[in-house]
């Protein structure tokens, strides 16, 4: 019997609300990363039969005005249960449900994972669930 080939669907598509970042309790983003609140979105993600590790560097986009070096790449993962309600540990061979932040995404461009270009949903408003679970903290 052929395993089956792993896969991943973006099952979500969310600009991120204040409420969920390191700034929540100053009441509005400042400082080196302020400007990039507006542009900075929550991926969630189902993948399937997976064969390896999550590593937020196979996930990129493409951006032809920069050199790849400099291409955006998935930040911040949090792994979730089945229903997307809490964390919970990743494992091979089960279904891995992941969310990761994600700065200047285009929404009308593919990600690039391990698995191939993957579509970018429509936008949905940001999960109530997902409000306590996921914390974005900017990088230095």
């Known amino acids: 019997m052929v395993p089956a080939r792993p896969s991943i669907q973006i099952i979500g598509a969310y600009n991120v609300p204040i409420e969920v970042t390191e700034r929540a309790s100053e009441g509005e983003p400042h400082g080196p990363h302020s400007q990039d609140f507006e542009h900075l979105w929550l ?16 996930y990129t986009q493409a951006n032809p005005r920069v050199s790849k070096a400099q ?52 936008p949905t408003p940001f999960p109530k669930r997902l409000r306590k679970v996921v914390r974005y903290i900017a990088p230095c």
């Open 71 to 122: 291409w955006q790449v998935a930040y911040e993962e949090t792994f979730l249960d089945p229903k997307g309600i809490r964390k919970q540990d990743p494992a091979l061979g089960r279904p891995i449900r992941v969310a990761f932040f994600f700065h200047y995404l285009d929404l009308g461009k593919p990600i690039r994972t391990p698995f191939g270009d993957v579509p970018i949903p429509f």
């Open 43 to 58: 991926l969630e993600n189902l993948i399937e039969n997976a064969d390896r590790e999550f590593d937020q560097l196979d």
